[in-house]
C-alpha cells in the first residue's frame, strides 16, 4: 500500500490519509460544532454551507449514514439529494472500457461527471463486490468517482475504508476517555451469521494506531485483516509512541481496557466463499460474543460498536442495555465529524 | 384496554389519549394555520419550528402522509428526513432479548436511541403483521419507539390507530357540519379484496364518539371491531352526550345521516387466515359498496374515505367524482393537523 | 395529432406546445439563471420560489431528472417532494372508470386531486408501458395527471415526450454553434440490447425543427417515429425556414454536420414485441454505433446524447471522453431550463 497522496486534495476516502495533526484539527471543529464552543453564534452555523449541495449516494442500505449527511447539510444551511442506486436511479456500471450490453444503464464516468455540474461534493457508499478481494482492495467505485468527479467525494463506507467512522469512533474514545495515548484499546473481532466487509475494522485499527493507543486486535485465526493495512497500521502506531498487538482470544485482551470495540467481519482466506466461511466459523459462535462478564474485566471499559449490531449475536442486549455500551455517542458522533469534514471538502468549493 | 396515559407526554399514538378539550384544542391550531386565523402572519409561521428535524419512518406505504410530514416541517421552518425501513434502510426487528440471527440487521431499540440523539421526534408507520390480533394489538412497534426513544413519538398509522386521519377527519366533519354534536354519521365496512387493517376505523370511531356525534357503525355479522376499541368508544359517547350504535346493514343507518364513512377492514374472527376471510366475504360483494342512491338517502350527506380507496370496488367513481364527496378535504386537513401536532411535540424539545 | 391547446395553460408537456417566440423566452430565462445575467442578485434568486413546493412523480426511474428538479427548487428558494410510484407510495392505476379489484391501490384522480391540496405542482415521469402504440400515444398518465390536477403539470418524459431535455438539448446547441439557424443537425437512431422510449427523439426533432435546422434524421427502415410526430415537425420546419429529411443511413448525413445526437429507441413496426424488435436489429449492432471516424467527418461537431448511454453500444467511450462530448453540458442544462419552465410554471401560482 503506497503513502496516500490525497491529503493536499479535499477528497476523503481514507483512514490513513491524514496526518495526526489533520484528524486532530477535524475533531477539534467537530467539538466545537458539538458543544458550541468557539465564537461562532448557533445562527452563524445554519450559514456555513448556504446555497452548497450534497449529492449522497448509496449503492448499499444505511441508516446513520443517511440521516447524518442529510441533517449536516441542513443544519450548515445546505442541501442534501439522496439518491439510491438501482432503486429509482439507474443501475451503474463502474469498469472502464467495458461494453455496455449487459444489466447497467449508466457508467459511472457519466455520473461523476454529470453529479460534478450540479452539486458541490458528493458522499458515497459503496460496498465490496465480495467476489476477490485483489478486485475489491481496488475500492472501484469510491476511486472510479474521485478520478472522474471534479468535486470532492466523501466516502461514506467503501470496500477498504469506513473514514467517517474512524473519526467517530476516535472522537468517542477521545470525549470519553478524555485522551487517547497508550489507552488500551480491544478491537475484537466478532460472530455474525454473515461474512461482513472490513472497512469498519481496517478504519478504527487506523485511527486507534494513528492516536497511538495501546492497540489490541482480536481475532480467530484465518481472520487477520489485509496485511498492507496491518503494515500501514504498525508505522502509525510507531510514530505516534503506541502498540498494536494481535491476539487469538478476545479474553487474553480484556484486561486494563478501557475500550471494547466489537465488530465482525470476512475471512479474507474465504473469501467469496460464504458457505466454506459459514462452515469455517461454526464452532466460533457462543465464544466470540460480548458478554457483561467480558466488560466487568475491564478497567471501566466503555463497548462500542458501529451499528448496526445483531443483538445476542455479537453482544449481549444486557451490555448494549447498561452503561458500558457507548454506541450511542459513536452513532452521535457521525454528525459531528462529518460536518466537520464537509466544511473541509465544501466550504471553499 | 387500560386508560392511556400518554396525554402529558408529548407522543400522539391513541385516538383515545386526548380529551375533548385536549382535541378541540389541536383543532383549533389547526384551522388557524389553515384559514390563517390569529396574530400570526405567514412569515412568523415559517419560522415556528426552525432548527427542528422530524424523523419520518415507513415500515409500509404511504402517500398522504408521505407528503404532509414532509410539507408540514418545512412550511413551519424545519426540516424533515423520510426513511424507508427496509428499501435503502436496514430492516429492523422489533422483538424485545430475540437472538438476532434471521433476516433483521438492526434492533428497533438501536433505531430509537440513535434517532433520538439526531432529530427531534419521529413520525412512524407500521401496521399490523396480519397474524395475531393478539399480537398486534400490542403494537410493538410504535409502542416500541415510545419506550426506548427519548423524543416525542407521533403514530402515522400503527395496528391500532392512525390518530392523525382521526384528527383530520373530525376536523373536516366540523368544518363541513360547523359542529359534531348529535350528528348523525354512518361509519361503515365496505368490501375489499383484501384484509386491511383497523386503524382508520378505529380512529374516526373513537373521535366521532368522543365529539358526540350520533354514532352507526355499520358491517356485517363477523366483521366486529374489537371490543376494547367498542367499550373505549361507548364511554368516551356517553361522557359527550352522544350514541353508538351497531348495524348489520349500512343501508338501514342512511336515514338522516350527514357524513358516510366508508372503509373496508379484516374480520377478527378470521385474522390471519386471508383465504377464510375472503370466501366469507364473497357474497358481500354486491352490496357493501357506497352508491349514489345511497348518498342520496343521507340528509345531504357528506362522503368521507381516508384514501386510498378502490373506485368502482368500496366505492363508486361516481360517488367520488360528485359534491358529496368530502375525501379531499379530509386529505387536505391532514397537512393541518399534522402541523397543530407537530407544533405540540417539538416546538419545546 | 391535434394543434395543442396547452400554451396558454402553465402545463408544460409537450414540445411542440410552445412556439418558437415562447420557447426562445423560456431559453433567454434559463442563460439569465446560468450566467447571472440580468439585474437579478444571487441572493434574489434564492427566493423567488419562497413558500412554493413541486411534487416530483416517479413511474421510472431517474438520475439527472430527480437532482435537477430537486435542486432547481431548492435553489430558487422552493421545496421538492420526491415520490417513487410503487416503492414507498402507493400503486397508481390510471384507467378511467375500471373496476379496481387487482394490483394498484390508488386512483391517479386521486392522487391528482389530493397532490393539489398540498404542493404547488408537479413533475411527473410516466415511460411508455410499450404494448401498444397506439395506447401510450395518448399519454394517459401525463394527461391524467394534466386532466385531473388543479396546479401545473410539468412533464419529466412521457410515453411521447421528454419536452425538458429538448429545451436543454436546443439550449446546448444555441450555446455550442451559437445560434441554431440552418445548422446541420444529424439526429441518429443508434443500436442498444432494449427497445427503448421515442420521447428523447421526438422532442429533440421538434425542437430542432422549430428552430429551423437542418435536420437530417438517420434510422434504419423500420425504425421510422411516428407518422404524425414527423408531419408536425416538417411543419414547424417549413415555419422557420429550415428542413427535415431523412437518411436511411447516419454515415450519409454526417458531413457538414455541427451536431451528431444519437440516441436508439424502439421500432414502431414491432412495438411490443421486445424478441421480434431484438431478432430485426441483430445485423444493426455493428454499424449503428458512433464512433471516432464518425464525429471527425463532421464540421467540428458536437456529440450530444441525453444520458443515460450505454458506452460502446450506442457510443464509443472514446467519444464520450473527447472533446466532440457536449452530453455534459445537456445534462447540466436540464437544471438551468427547468428552472426557467418551473418560475413559468409556479411563480404565479
Redesign the interface.
Known sequence: MEEPELSTLKHFIASDQLSLDETRALLDEAYALKYNKGLIT?WAK?TLLI?K?L?VI?FD????T???F??AM??LGG?S?V??VG????KI?HRE?????GDA???L???A???S???NGMAIRAFPEGKSWADDKLDPIINGFAKYATVPIISAESSVWHPCQGLADIMTIDDRLKGTKKEPIVITWAWH?KALPMAVPNSILMESAKFGMDVRLAHPPGWELDDDIMARARELSAAAGGSVRVYDNFEDALSGARVVYAKSWGSLKNYGKPEVEAAAKADLRDHWRVRMRHMERTDKGIFMHC???????EVD?DV??SPFNA??DE??NR?HVQKAVLLRSLRAE
Chains 1, 2, 3 share one sequence.
Open positions: 448557533e445554519r446555497g449541495s449529492g448509496f442500505p444505511s441508516l446513520r443517511r440521516v447524518t442529510d441533517l441542513q443544519q442541501h439529494i439518491l439510491d432503486k429509482g436511479v439507474w456500471e472500457k467495458v461494453v455496455m450490453d444503464t449508466e457508467h464516468i457519466e455520473a461527471k454529470v453529479m455540474r450540479y452539486i451469521p451499528l448496526p449490531t445483531r443483538r445476542n449475536v442486549g448494549l442495555d454506541a450511542y452513532a452521535e454528525l
